[in-house]
């Protein structure tokens, strides 16, 4: 297999896992509370890279504790903190929703390089986040019409704080990928949080778990390991740019399949179909972001992290 194809393939696969992350974390909050979730998948995922590295390279291991950089410890809470608002968010509005409005975390990502890193930004990314923080509003004033809960604030506060956690983990691990290995890093970004949220876990809910449940914990737990080792094999073979891209449009995947359900009228999760102009809002919002990140090519070529 060709190297741009196995690279646009992974990251395909990232972009599926997350496109149906949102619908299957609504089931799994509602026989199971946000954080003792997010402390599973961290736990999760940190279990099985923890194995991998005292088996297979413990000298990586013994390094990298020698010497541990704040930053990492930084990383790990920011990306526990995503994870938590992201749930929490999710629980106050809907799996279509909270997608689209995640998306404000690589937007910020680019505005941050520019006001406090002097990264160039030129004429055409602009627009792009002009189109994108139009779409935003439209969006946002839409969906605040047709989802009358006055919950539905609380919900876009917590997504909004889930994308500054995560644009503050990314600027992070853009520094630490230069000198260690990504998957070790993973390793302590997904143990760090599963520590964190040790003393808020309600661990007996897994006593009262049926197969169904834990089928369902399990792929919450696998989708971030595997997400994030498939985008670490896309970013090793092609541009960071062109994968953000990809995993920008994850959010079409969610807006589809809810749609589906939605039609379907299923009983295990309330579908969900976007009316015109929220649709219109979604589109200029991922439009302006995608011309964003594809014009940063111009400038740099491998500043841009892809998200949770």
Not at 242 to 248: A, D, E, F, H, L
Not at 270 to 279: D, I, K, N, Y
Request: glycine content about 6%; proline content about 3%.
């Amino acid at each position: 297999m060709k190297s741009q194809t196995k690279g646009i393939l992974s990251v395909c696969v990232t972009a599926l896992l997350w496109g149906f992350l949102a619908i299957v974390v609504e089931v799994a909050l509602r026989f199971i509370d946000a954080q003792t979730m997010v402390w599973f998948r961290f736990a999760f995922a940190a279990t099985v890279l923890l194995l991998y590295f005292v088996f297979r390279k413990p000298n990586d291991l013994k390094n990298i504790l020698k010497k541990f950089p704040p930053a990492l410890l930084l990383a790990g809470i920011c990306l526990g903190f995503n994870y938590y608002g992201y749930a929490k968010g999710l629980d106050y509005t809907s799996p279509s929703t909270t997608q689209v409005f995640i998306q404000m975390g690589p937007i910020m990502l680019a505005i941050v390089g520019v006001v406090f890193y002097k990264e160039k930004f030129n004429t055409k990314q602009l627009v792009g986040i002009i189109i994108a923080f139009c779409g935003l509003v439209l969006f946002y004033f839409n969906q605040l019409k047709v989802m009358v809960d006055e919950s539905f604030n609380l919900g876009f506060l917590l997504i909004v704080f889930a994308a500054v956690s995560w644009v503050v983990y990314a600027i992070n691990q853009k520094k630490l990928v230069k000198q260690y290995n990504t998957q070790l890093l993973n390793l302590f970004i997904y143990l760090i949080p599963a520590l964190f949220y040790i003393p808020v876990a309600n661990f007996s809910v897994f006593g009262n778990l049926n197969i169904n449940q834990w089928l369902i914990m399990i792929f919450l737990g696998a989708n971030t390991l595997l997400a994030y080792g498939f985008l670490a094999v896309a970013l090793k073979h092609i541009e960071a740019y062109k994968v953000s891209i990809i995993i920008t449009l994850n959010p079409i995947i969610t807006v589809v399949v809810m749609s589906i359900l939605y039609r379907m009228q299923v009983s295990w999760i309330q579908g969900e179909q976007l009316e015109p102009l929220s649709a219109l809002g979604a589109i200029l919002l991922l439009g302006g972001a995608v011309m964003s990140i594809y014009y940063s090519r111009l400038n740099f070529k491998d500043k841009k992290l892809p998200k949770h």
